[in-house]
């Protein structure tokens, strides 16, 4: 009985673990999205002028995010431990 309740156990803090490194894989992929999507911008654009809406803007808006996801995955990681 023991023996069973520790693989259980076992194979919850794998799964916990997975949910973790999906969630980290999901916002590494979005951060990379955002980055192709400002370099496009940016070599459409050489002239600071004639850049879509003040680039500055977005990536404090950006970095304000993914600091947030960051929280949220330590919060979770906590919680999970």
Do not use: F
Request: no cysteine.
């Amino acid at each position: 009985m023991k023996n069973r309740n520790d693989e259980e156990s076992r194979e919850i803090k794998i799964a916990r673990l997975a949910l973790i490194g999906a969630a980290i894989v999901v916002i590494g992929d979005g951060i990379a999205a955002y980055a192709a999507a400002l370099t496009l911008d940016l070599l459409e654009n050489p002239e600071p002028d004639t850049r879509s809406s003040s680039a500055t803007d977005h990536l404090e808006e950006t970095q304000a995010q993914i600091d947030h996801y960051i929280n949220e995955l330590i919060s979770i990681r906590n919680k999970l431990s």
